[in-house]
């Protein structure tokens, strides 16, 4: 909380599926008010292969290994979601100028774990690192972990122990003081691969489990269901370390659940929180979810953040009572409901009229708010509009043509509060290689969806 602002961010970039043949790269961007390459990209580190789809990152060492003088936040790990090639990369030497490390290849993420698309990369205490997976090489489902050697980052192999392991995976958070470790479920990566298909809803090729698992023997334990077709992603625990409980956002049913310890020892789930579908005209269903897409908690344990893709808003809750979350603050920066585009809202349970287009500094914003990360003061939240470059291109092409862009919203840290801060605009359509699609955010010194205290 006490940290050093943020000077400077990193954010994957991603070329797949816009029609250009370049490979994704970390971009370095500048975010010092101070500084005369404000908002601007001043860095960029191209990967050396081309459809990676970079898509969210972790460290080497993070709050996890505190105390440990051998250990520091020196290398960036970037799973790539499609190609499963996991690449290391080395911000210690310079940290505006990143550059690359090492090349996990593919081919010993399959052999060595009988797993693939690796999303979420956390450290651990052990100064190891462990990366989930939304499934097997073949793209069929399968919740599994592979561990990297903290040092020379080789494969080991496998986290998880035992024969039992979840049908699907994606992001996951760990709490050893309560031996716990809970994955979350997106869905079958051969089928969520190339687009969302209303067809597959129904079909069990969605997540709908909260994934329990011991921490100390590895071993899977309980399923907590949330509902078919709920499509739970980001996990967070509250950051306290002795805190048995944290939140959870799914998709697809567009409900955040408080999950927690109960008395038994064993874990559940209660939905604290339900976005409204709107009834529309123009778009894909008759019905379209909020779509919540990313979600984070204040280092200090007080606020909850999350994004709706599809709606347009980024919301803000007091969670001061964990199990009655208060709206203390939205803004919408874009979105599928806007006034003017091709959707017709004919009901909806929260707004009197459809929002305005979003326009910052004179560009009209393609997307919807997407990844989300807090300052560590909890004053700064940026936001990000790219999902992923599949989904991106179904539901806003607009994203392909003109780019995504991060914004950034200031924070009532009293009351409850979000506004936009109109000086502040990164427009990734204005990349020297075409526009871009760019997605989560990190900063050097770590952040709240990164460290975890043991």
């Known amino acids: 909380l006490k940290g050093p602002r943020e ?93 690359l490390f090492k090349v996990v290849n593919s081919e010993d993420v ?11 990369s956390h450290c651990l205490g052990s100064g190891e690192i462990m990366i989930s997976t939304l499934g097997d090489p073949a793209g069929n489902g399968k919740g599994g972990f592979i561990l990297l050697d903290g040092e020379t980052f080789e494969i080991k192999g496998n986290w998880e122990k035992g024969d039992k392991v979840p049908p699907m995976g994606y992001d996951f958070w760990y709490q050893p003081r309560h031996n716990v470790l809970i994955s979350t479920e997106w869905g079958i990566p051969k089928c969520l691969g190339y687009g969302f298909d209303p067809n597959d809803l129904k079909k069990g090729r969605y997540g709908r489990r909260l994934n329990v698992w011991d921490w100390t023997t590895h071993t899977y334990m309980q399923a907590i269901d949330v509902g078919e077709d709920a499509a739970p992603l980001e996990i967070r625990f509250l950051h306290n370390p002795d805190a048995a409980e944290g939140f959870v956002g799914c998709t697809i049913s567009s409900a955040i659940h408080r999950f927690y310890k109960t008395e038994r020892g064993d874990w559940a789930a209660e939905k604290v929180i339900q976005v409204p579908s709107k009834k529309v005209e123009g778009w894909l269903l008759p019905e379209m979810p909020g779509f919540i897409t990313d979600i984070l908690i204040s280092l200090d344990d007080r606020f909850l953040y999350f994004s709706n893709w599809l709606h347009g808003d980024v919301r803000q809750y007091d969670i001061s009572d964990t199990r009655r979350p208060k709206l203390v603050g939205q803004v919408f920066v874009g979105g599928s409901i806007a006034k003017g585009g091709p959707v017709t809202v004919c009901g909806d349970e929260e707004l009197r009229s459809q929002p305005d287009p979003f326009v910052i500094q004179g560009k009209k914003v393609a997307g919807g708010p997407q990844m989300i990360q807090l300052s560590l003061d909890g004053k700064r939240l940026y936001v990000t509009t790219s999902l992923y470059s599949a989904w991106d291109r179904q539901f806003y092409p607009d994203l392909i043509t003109d780019g995504s862009v991060m914004l950034q919203l200031d924070v009532d840290t009293e009351r409850g509060g979000l506004t936009v801060n109109r000086c502040f605009l990164v427009d990734f359509g204005k990349e020297p290689d075409g526009p871009c699609l760019a997605h989560e955010i990190r900063y050097p010194g770590g952040d709240c969806t990164s460290d975890i205290w043991v």
């Open 7 to 99: 000077e400077i961010v990193y954010v994957p970039c991603i070329y797949r599926n816009t029609g250009r043949k370049k490979p994704d790269f970390l971009a370095t961007v500048d975010v010092n008010p101070k500084s005369p390459h404000y908002c601007q990209v001043i860095h960029r580190l191209p990967m050396p292969n081309v459809g990676d789809e970079l898509h969210h990152s972790g460290w080497n060492a993070c709050s996890s290994c505190f105390g440990d003088t051998t250990k520091k936040r020196n290398r960036l790990i970037l799973p790539s979601l499609i190609s499963s090639r996991i690449y290391v990369v080395d911000v210690g030497t310079d940290l505006r100028a990143p550059r």
């Open 110 to 120: 399959f052999w060595k774990c009988d797993l693939g698309y690796p999303h979420t």
